[in-house]
């Protein structure tokens, strides 16, 4: 268990150029508390004590904005940064060296005792606000820009943006390492309107030389 801590608190100075000391990190971070008492009450869940594990879980919730389910199977290494607003949900599974930004949902579309929950591979960065829901794989290193919906299967190294999720990837290269930068993801709708406009000026242009033409024979017929 403190080993666990331990690794929670070395995780945080490791990504949050915020954190200054592992003090700080221990005392006032919602994030480590919340994997802490999940951890409690995965236990407590994993020897049959449900209800009691569920009281851990809604306490842990109450004190850190941060709702686990007891269930829920979490690596180590993740890192929720700020946390409020985040749901775990019961069959969701999260690989090692996760980060989850604020306001993410990991959530399930069915209403049967089956896995319902989406899992995350390894290196996975979640961004603030984006949605996961079904029981599909967001493949290893693979981000998800903020705010996003995402309903089906994400390839390994991918980006994913939109609503719905958008499966996109940067010159076909992978996207590399724990990198919270929410703000340089590719974005394919704009790219589509880009070559649709771009499209509408090469027509708009091929029209004035046919209007020209046909101006032009206009005139040597009247001559």
Known sequence: MFDALRRDVRTVLERDPAARSPLEVLLCYPG?????????????WS???TTTARFAS????????????????????LFIDHGLGVVIGETA?????????????LGGTSLRREKRHPTLGDNVVVG???????????GDGSRIGAGSVVV?????????????GRVTYRDGQRVGGIDLDQVD???PVAKAIEQLMERIRNLEAEVEILRKAVAAAETDDKK
């Open 58 to 77: 809604h306490v842990a919730r109450f004190l850190t904005g941060i709702e686990i389910h007891p269930a829920a199977k979490v690596g180590p290494g």
């Open 32 to 44: 480590v508390h919340a994997l802490a008492f999940h951890r409690f009450a995965h236990r407590l």
């Open 93 to 105: 599974e999260v690989g090692e060296n996760v980060t989850i930004l604020q306001g993410v949902t």
């Open 152 to 164: 089906r299967e994400v390839p390994p190294n991918s980006v994913v943006v939109g609503v719905p």
């Open 185 to 187: 993801l590719p974005d």
């Open 128 to 138: 603030a606000g984006a949605k996961i829901i079904g029981a599909f794989k967001i």
């Open 47 to 49: 020897r049959g004590w």
